[in-house]
């Protein structure tokens, strides 16, 4: 079994670096046929036009034709296998070596894409397991109609729509200092009752019943924003973090181990207790915190959540161990969010912000000064709008893989054979048929990193973000070669070796599928 | 629960990963830091990115570096940290609070550079004649022995120090400066009278910091510059290596792609000095601090974003994240910013697409056939499709050489009689054609929308007098220019808005960008002349008698100005349009906060 692994993934990447060398080529040769990159020379009137045209030819080779000039690059490129050696992937037209603007580029999507592609597989999952649980339910043919529809919009329309509605509508809203108008508070607290409704279900008095609290809790909740200027200064207080807690136990234990498992809920409220303690010794800690405290912070969670799965014991140790992790992990969330919100105040009213935070362009403020919690709001006042124009688009895509692959494991004989014990419900769903589920979402997430961090070239551009996709876009249109290729050999080892990743990954979720050499 | 010792181990365990995790934290904390940036900032955005602080050589000769340079010092000649700019009419702004420059002598063209007493760098060191001698070694290739091969521009023998985006033409023919006035001024001597003298901006990047990145001090790298002989391409020598470091960093060592570690490379003599840089995302300049001239901001930081989509600049201009933006202009985006309640400034720019005719070969070798092809051109109707919807003031170019915004313009319309062709005469046409249809073929970049809009109705109009038009447009134009596959071709030219230095590569015969072979023994006189000419005056009527004669040779037409366009929101005044190549920033001196 070992020898077989280790000779499959030797011929993978042997396969690999020759698929790698195969594609540079085309790559170079389309690129470098793609235009003239002397073009903004030869329209020049300079009395030493000829020169410059000379330079930029011996600079990037240009006299040499491009089939041969890709030996040149292959060779500096080759150079960066080589461990400690002088990695050369050549200059741009501008002079700039392209291994430096490389990681800037790749550190500029990665930041602008994570949180969107992380929060549309989360978010997808989620959705298409509710629809297919719900199936041809009005629940299921709204989030249908509704996916289908987001996934058709352009990204620079829903681009263009965010920055209007979201920027500088709220922003204007924001500056206003108006609370929100009656009308909309109505609106928004009926469509929040009729999505509750939808949801939970039922006849037509449960309907009902479930339409009017949710809507009066919506409503009451949002009278309560407007009159207390809550959109100026934020937070969610003792009674915010303690609600929200409560719901993360009680959600978390309801699916991952059932109300039955005492121990499981024991392992659960220590852990939501010894968040909300944290919330009222940890404030002194937090003011005074740097990026390197929280990651501290953030480990020590974890550890408290694994130390309290071990405490409370019980049979199935594994299942407890979840519920108290999840659950610390999310209540430590909800402090830090509300310690987030307490700084959103001094952010607003900093000069440099002037009280309109959501951006529209560019990953931060230029020269915004701040501590941790400040530059973290810049950051998500920057990356909002953006990330969620990327996650409307591809959250429709792992919506319909979801619902299709969860519709399709419950049909099996196995589920049937599960049911038939008597097993309760949600065992079924979680226990069985989730696993099988994510089968076909490991190959869509594996394709899904490869085209991550080519970038979204669209969004990147009408958000004036300079990551892999404005590279690509740019030295494209300047028939920049030398870029171009960095970009293509960045996204080309990305997708080969994630597609690597995702045949490793079958043999893991999936007994069935064996790598063989 | 019964193993009560491995229980107390855990806790034990927990006690000291809590310990250890207390220690950790407190070395990892901060103490607060203050919100925000200080003082009032104003946000512009451009198109383009920033890559080097050095805008003068071909690699970095973009906008954006110009105008970084521009306002740290002097950049493609003209800087608010040097003797010069241009004004919005393109005249000659000189500044006195820097240093003056006279005209000692006409024959030979001596000209003096007195710089004003204790100025300094921004880094503290005195501005004097050692800085105006570098430049002038950087900017005349005084040391060069380099021999360029005409055909391919590359040197065939000896060392060309610095690379120049600019040309060292003019310069080239002074000799060694001489220096006076306690180390403050210097005075050069031309071989040749020279036309453009008055744009030569006699000071550049610092000489102590070229010298101290060349691994020599001050006074021994000026020593040098005194002691080097002039090159002589005819007997080429080893380079200096002291000079060929200076060179070379003055040629690379200012493209950066980060902010640089070396902090020399920002120095300045402008009113303002770059703070921090973002690559491909911002750059921010402060106030010099050691700058004693008269055009300092009334504001303290100035922020140039880079957004490339322009509707991404009319909402951040709408969303207030930037005050005033300077983006590619577009009906599309004249229509936003108007919906945004943007304040809009439109004006032409100094670049301007052309129709130019082969003058010696195929159809067009008979001049009748010219004139009638020139006759059909529907230029008033081009403007219209392109160019009015984003400048509604707009009008058809009449000039080959000047622009509406110089004071010749007038004159030269008068002179030339460009303005009959703004309709077009078909009949004319068809009487000169006499029922000849002579087939035409039109080279045009059909990757440019406006240069296909162009042929277009240029294709339309010609084929109604009984021209056969072929369309001989490509992407690859311009590597086509050079060859003589068409007859007529319509592209554009960027000229710098004021100087003529430019006039023997368009129309002398053989000049480097007369692509249609245009060949007139009086005009080639002429621009000879041009080029060492003194007299204002006599200048004008020379570049008004070269226009008037491309008309009568019927060389081709200008079409029009491509149109230009900033905005702001109504949080900054002072904003002036301006079509030379700084662009927006060309009056950021004069800015101030409030609407």
Same mark, same amino acid.
Request: proline share 5%; aromatic share 10%.
């Given at each position: 079994?070992?020898?077989?692994?280790?000779?499959?993934?030797?011929?993978?990447?042997?396969?690999?670096?020759?698929?790698?060398?195969?594609?540079?080529?085309?790559?170079?040769?389309?690129?470098?046929?793609?235009?003239?990159?002397?073009?903004?020379?030869?329209?020049?009137?300079?009395?030493?036009?000829?020169?410059?045209?000379?330079?930029?030819?011996?600079?990037?080779?240009?006299? =040499?034709?491009?089939?041969?000039?890709?030996?040149?690059?292959?060779?500096?490129?080759?150079?960066?296998?080589?461990?400690?050696?002088?990695?050369?992937?050549?200059?741009?037209?501008?002079?700039?070596?392209?291994?430096?603007?490389?990681?800037?580029?790749?550190?500029?999507?990665?930041?602008?894409?994570?949180?969107?592609?992380?929060?549309?597989?989360?978010?997808?999952?989620?959705?298409?397991?509710?629809?297919?649980?719900?199936?041809?339910?009005?629940?299921?043919?709204?989030?249908?109609?509704?996916?289908?529809?987001?996934?058709?919009?352009?990204?620079?329309?829903?681009?263009?729509?965010?920055?209007?509605?979201?920027?500088?509508?709220?922003?204007?809203?924001?500056?206003?200092?108006?609370?929100?108008?009656?009308?909309?508070?109505?609106?928004?607290?009926? =469509? &929040?009752?009729?999505?509750?409704?939808?949801?939970?279900?039922?006849?037509?008095?449960?309907?009902?019943?479930?339409?009017?609290?949710?809507?009066?809790?919506?409503?009451?909740?949002?009278?309560?924003?407007?009159?207390?200027?809550?959109? $100026?200064?934020?937070?969610?207080?003792?009674?915010?973090?303690?609600?929200?807690?409560?719901?993360?136990?009680?959600?978390?234990?309801?699916?991952?181990?059932?109300?039955?498992?005492?121990?499981?809920?024991?392992?659960?409220?220590? &852990?939501?207790?010894?968040?909300?303690?944290?919330?009222?010794?940890?404030?002194?800690?937090?003011?005074?915190?740097?990026?390197?405290?929280?990651?501290?912070?953030?480990?020590?969670?974890?550890?408290?959540?694994?130390?309290?799965?071990?405490?409370?014991?019980?049979?199935?140790?594994?299942?407890?161990?979840?519920?108290?992790?999840?659950?610390?992990?999310?209540?430590?969330?909800?402090?830090?969010?509300?310690?987030?919100?307490?700084?959103?105040?001094?952010?607003?009213?900093?000069?440099?912000? %002037?009280?309109?935070?959501?951006?529209?362009?560019?990953?931060?403020?230029?020269?915004?000064?701040?501590?941790?919690?400040?530059?973290? #709001?810049?950051?998500?006042?920057?990356?909002?709008?953006?990330?969620?124009?990327?996650?409307?688009?591809?959250?429709?895509?792992?919506?319909?893989?979801?619902?299709?692959?969860?519709?399709? =494991?419950?049909?099996?004989?196995?589920?049937?054979?599960?049911?038939?014990?008597?097993?309760?419900?949600?065992?079924?769903?979680?226990?069985?048929?989730?696993?099988?589920?994510?089968?076909?979402?490991?190959?869509?997430?594996?394709?899904?990193?490869?085209?991550?961090?080519?970038?979204? #070239?669209?969004? @990147?551009?009408?958000?004036?973000?300079?990551?892999?996709?404005?590279?690509?876009?740019?030295?494209?249109?300047?028939?920049?070669? %030398?870029?171009?290729?960095?970009?293509?050999?960045?996204?080309?080892?990305?997708?080969?070796?994630?597609?690597?990743?995702?045949?490793?990954?079958?043999?893991?979720?999936?007994?069935?599928?064996?790598?063989?050499? | 629960?019964?193993?009560?010792?491995?229980?107390?181990?855990?806790?034990?365990?927990?006690?000291?990963? &809590?310990?250890?995790?207390?220690?950790?934290?407190?070395?990892?904390?901060?103490?607060?830091?203050?919100?925000?940036?200080?003082?009032?900032?104003?946000?512009?955005?451009?198109?383009?990115?920033?890559?080097?602080?050095?805008?003068?050589?071909? $690699?970095?000769?973009?906008?954006?570096?110009?105008?970084?340079?521009?306002?740290?010092?002097?950049?493609?000649?003209?800087?608010?940290?040097?003797?010069?700019?241009?004004?919005?009419?393109?005249?000659?702004?000189?500044?006195?609070?820097?240093?003056?420059?006279?005209?000692?002598?006409?024959?030979?063209?001596?000209?003096?550079?007195?710089?004003?007493?204790?100025?300094?760098?921004?880094?503290?060191?005195?501005?004097?004649?050692?800085?105006?001698?570098?430049?002038?070694?950087? $900017?005349?290739?005084?040391?060069?022995?380099?021999?360029?091969?005409?055909?391919?521009?590359?040197?065939?023998?000896?060392?060309?120090?610095?690379?120049?985006?600019?040309?060292?033409?003019?310069?080239?023919?002074?000799?060694?400066?001489?220096?006076?006035?306690?180390?403050?001024?210097?005075?050069?001597?031309?071989?040749?009278?020279?036309?453009?003298?008055?744009?030569?901006?006699?000071?550049?990047?610092?000489?102590?910091?070229?010298?101290?990145?060349?691994?020599?001090?001050?006074?021994?790298?000026?020593?040098?510059?005194?002691?080097?002989?002039?090159?002589?391409?005819?007997?080429?020598?080893?380079?200096?290596?002291?000079?060929?470091?200076?060179?070379?960093?003055?040629?690379?060592?200012?493209?950066?792609?980060?902010?640089? @570690?070396?902090?020399?490379?920002?120095?300045?003599?402008?009113?303002?000095?770059?703070?921090?840089?973002?690559?491909?995302?911002?750059?921010?300049?402060?106030?010099?601090?050691?700058?004693?001239?008269?055009?300092?901001?009334?504001?303290?930081?100035?922020?140039?974003?880079?957004?490339?989509?322009?509707?991404?600049?009319?909402?951040?201009?709408?969303?207030?994240?930037?005050?005033?933006?300077?983006?590619?202009?577009?009906?599309?985006?004249?229509?936003?910013?108007?919906?945004?309640?943007?304040?809009?400034?439109?004006?032409?720019?100094?670049?301007?697409?052309?129709?130019?005719?082969?003058?010696?070969?195929?159809?067009?070798?008979?001049?009748?056939?010219?004139?009638?092809?020139?006759?059909?051109?529907?230029?008033?109707?081009?403007?219209?499709?392109?160019?009015?919807?984003?400048?509604?003031?707009?009008?058809?170019?009449?000039?080959?050489?000047?622009?509406?915004?110089?004071?010749?313009?007038?004159?030269?319309?008068?002179?030339?009689?460009?303005?009959?062709?703004? @309709?077009?005469?078909?009949?004319?046409?068809?009487?000169?054609?006499?029922?000849?249809?002579?087939?035409?073929?039109?080279?045009?970049?059909?990757?440019?929308?406006?240069?296909?809009?162009?042929? %277009?109705?240029?294709?339309?109009?010609?084929?109604?007098?009984?021209?056969?038009?072929?369309?001989?447009?490509?992407?690859?134009?311009?590597?086509?220019?050079?060859?003589?596959?068409?007859?007529?071709?319509?592209?554009?030219?960027?000229?710098?808005?004021?100087?003529?230095?430019?006039?023997?590569?368009?129309?002398?015969?053989?000049?480097?960008?007369?692509?249609?072979?245009?060949?007139?023994?009086?005009?080639?006189?002429?621009?000879?002349?041009?080029?060492?000419?003194?007299?204002?005056?006599?200048?004008?009527?020379?570049?008004?008698?070269?226009?008037?004669?491309?008309?009568?040779?019927?060389?081709?037409?200008?079409?029009? $100005?491509?149109?230009?366009?900033?905005?702001?929101?109504?949080?900054?005044?002072?904003?002036?349009?301006?079509?030379?190549?700084?662009?927006?920033?060309? %009056?950021?001196?004069?800015?101030?906060?409030?609407?």
């Amino acid at each position: 079994m070992g020898t077989t692994l280790v000779g499959f993934v030797l011929r993978r990447i042997a396969v690999s670096i020759l698929v790698l060398v195969a594609a540079s080529f085309i790559m170079y040769v389309l690129a470098a046929n793609a235009g003239d990159p002397l073009q903004d020379l030869r329209g020049s009137s300079s009395p030493n036009k000829d020169q410059l045209i000379a330079a930029r030819v011996a600079a990037l080779d240009l006299d =040499v034709p491009p089939v041969l000039r890709w030996f040149l690059w292959l060779g500096g490129a080759a150079q960066c296998l080589v461990p400690f050696g002088t990695c050369d992937l050549g200059l741009t037209l501008s002079n700039a070596p392209v291994t430096t603007i490389l990681p800037a580029a790749m550190l500029a999507t990665i930041q602008l894409v994570s949180v969107s592609f992380i929060l549309a597989i989360i978010l997808g999952v989620v959705v298409g397991i509710a629809t297919a649980l719900r199936q041809y339910s009005g629940f299921d043919l709204s989030v249908t109609f509704i996916s289908f529809f987001l996934y058709s919009l352009p990204s620079f329309l829903v681009a263009v729509l965010l920055k209007e509605f979201i920027a500088i509508g709220f922003n204007n809203f924001l500056q206003s200092g108006d609370g929100i108008p009656l009308p909309m508070i109505l609106l928004i607290s009926a =469509v &929040a009752g009729l999505i509750w409704q939808v949801l939970i279900g039922g006849d037509l008095r449960r309907r009902l019943l479930t339409f009017g609290v949710s809507a009066l809790a919506t409503g009451s909740v949002l009278f309560y924003i407007s009159v207390t200027g809550w959109f $100026q200064d934020p937070g969610l207080g003792f009674i915010g973090v303690l609600v929200l807690t409560i719901a993360i136990v009680y959600c978390t234990v309801a699916v991952a181990s059932g109300f039955a498992n005492k121990r499981a809920l024991l392992g659960g409220v220590i &852990a939501g207790a010894i968040a909300i303690i944290a919330y009222f010794t940890l404030q002194g800690l937090f003011d005074v915190s740097s990026g390197g405290t929280i990651a501290l912070l953030a480990v020590v969670t974890v550890l408290v959540g694994i130390v309290i799965g071990f405490a409370v014991g019980g049979n199935d140790r594994g299942q407890n161990l979840r519920v108290s992790i999840i659950v610390s992990v999310l209540s430590a969330g909800v402090v830090l969010l509300d310690r987030y919100m307490q700084s959103w105040n001094a952010y607003i009213s900093s000069p440099r912000i %002037n009280g309109r935070p959501i951006a529209t362009v560019g990953a931060s403020t230029p020269g915004f000064q701040g501590d941790f919690w400040l530059q973290g #709001i810049d950051s998500f006042t920057h990356l909002l709008l953006p990330t969620i124009s990327l996650l409307l688009i591809s959250f429709a895509s792992y919506t319909r893989y979801a619902r299709a692959g969860l519709l399709e =494991v419950l049909g099996q004989d196995y589920i049937r054979t599960a049911r038939a014990k008597g097993l309760p419900e949600r065992t079924v769903i979680v226990r069985h048929a989730f696993r099988n589920m994510l089968i076909p979402i490991a190959t869509l997430v594996a394709t899904d990193v490869g085209a991550l961090l080519g970038g979204a #070239i669209i969004t @990147e551009r009408v958000f004036a973000i300079s990551g892999m996709g404005a590279l690509f876009n740019a030295s494209l249109q300047r028939i920049d070669l %030398n870029p171009i290729m960095g970009y293509f050999i960045v996204i080309a080892i990305t997708a080969v070796l994630f597609n690597f990743l995702a045949d490793l990954a079958y043999a893991a979720l999936d007994p069935r599928v064996r790598v063989r050499a | 629960m019964a193993i009560t010792g491995q229980r107390f181990r855990r806790v034990a365990t927990l006690a000291a990963i &809590a310990g250890a995790s207390a220690m950790v934290l407190a070395a990892c904390t901060t103490s607060g830091e203050e919100a925000g940036g200080s003082g009032d900032t104003i946000s512009i955005a451009t198109t383009n990115a920033f890559t080097s602080f050095n805008g003068d050589t071909p $690699q970095s000769n973009l906008d954006t570096n110009g105008m970084v340079g521009y306002l740290t010092g002097v950049s493609g000649g003209l800087g608010l940290g040097g003797f010069l700019r241009l004004d919005s009419d393109f005249s000659i702004l000189k500044d006195e609070s820097f240093g003056t420059y006279e005209r000692v002598s006409e024959d030979p063209l001596t000209v003096k550079y007195t710089l004003k007493d204790g100025l300094k760098w921004s880094d503290g060191e005195p501005i004097t004649a050692d800085d105006m001698l570098f430049s002038w070694a950087q $900017q005349s290739g005084y040391y060069d022995d380099a021999t360029i091969d005409p055909e391919t521009g590359e040197a065939v023998s000896g060392t060309q120090y610095f690379s120049l985006a600019g040309s060292t033409t003019g310069l080239d023919t002074t000799s060694f400066p001489e220096i006076g006035d306690d180390n403050l001024s210097l005075t050069i001597t031309y071989d040749a009278p020279f036309v453009d003298w008055e744009l030569v901006n006699m000071i550049g990047k610092p000489a102590h910091v070229i010298a101290e990145q060349a691994g020599v001090s001050l006074e021994d790298f000026t020593a040098l510059l005194n002691e080097l002989p002039a090159g002589d391409p005819a007997a080429p020598v080893e380079p200096n290596p002291t000079l060929k470091a200076a060179a070379d960093f003055w040629n690379t060592g200012y493209d950066v792609t980060s902010f640089p @570690e070396d902090e020399s490379l920002l120095v300045s003599s402008g009113p303002f000095v770059v703070s921090a840089f973002t690559p491909e995302s911002d750059i921010t300049l402060v106030k010099n601090p050691e700058y004693t001239g008269d055009l300092s901001p009334e504001y303290d930081t100035l922020i140039i974003r880079f957004i490339g989509d322009s509707n991404a600049q009319v909402t951040a201009l709408q969303n207030g994240e930037v005050n005033a933006i300077y983006p590619q202009p577009s009906a599309d985006t004249l229509e936003a910013l108007k919906a945004a309640n943007a304040i809009t400034y439109e004006g032409d720019q100094v670049a301007y697409d052309h129709l130019d005719l082969k003058q010696q070969s195929g159809v067009f070798a008979d001049p009748v056939v010219r004139e009638a092809f020139l006759k059909t051109v529907p230029r008033q109707q081009i403007l219209e499709s392109i160019v009015t919807p984003v400048n509604p003031s707009a009008k058809v170019l009449n000039s080959q050489i000047f622009v509406p915004a110089n004071a010749e313009y007038e004159d030269a319309v008068a002179a030339s009689g460009y303005d009959e062709f703004a @309709e077009p005469d078909i009949e004319g046409a068809k009487a000169l054609l006499a029922g000849a249809t002579p087939t035409v073929r039109i080279l045009y970049n059909t990757n440019n929308p406006n240069r296909v809009d162009s042929f %277009n109705a240029i294709r339309q109009s010609a084929e109604s007098a009984g021209f056969v038009i072929v369309d001989a447009g490509s992407p690859d134009w311009g590597t086509l220019l050079d060859g003589g596959e068409y007859d007529a071709s319509i592209f554009g030219w960027i000229s710098p808005g004021a100087g003529s230095a430019g006039l023997p590569q368009i129309f002398r015969t053989g000049g480097g960008g007369n692509y249609n072979d245009y060949s007139n023994p009086e005009v080639d006189a002429l621009v000879d002349a041009s080029q060492v000419s003194l007299d204002a005056d006599e200048l004008s009527q020379i570049k008004i008698d070269i226009d008037a004669l491309t008309r009568q040779d019927a060389y081709g037409l200008p079409l029009f $100005q491509l149109p230009g366009l900033f905005a702001d929101n109504g949080s900054i005044k002072g904003l002036e349009y301006f079509g030379g190549q700084t662009g927006i920033v060309w %009056n950021a001196q004069d800015w101030t906060i409030g609407g």
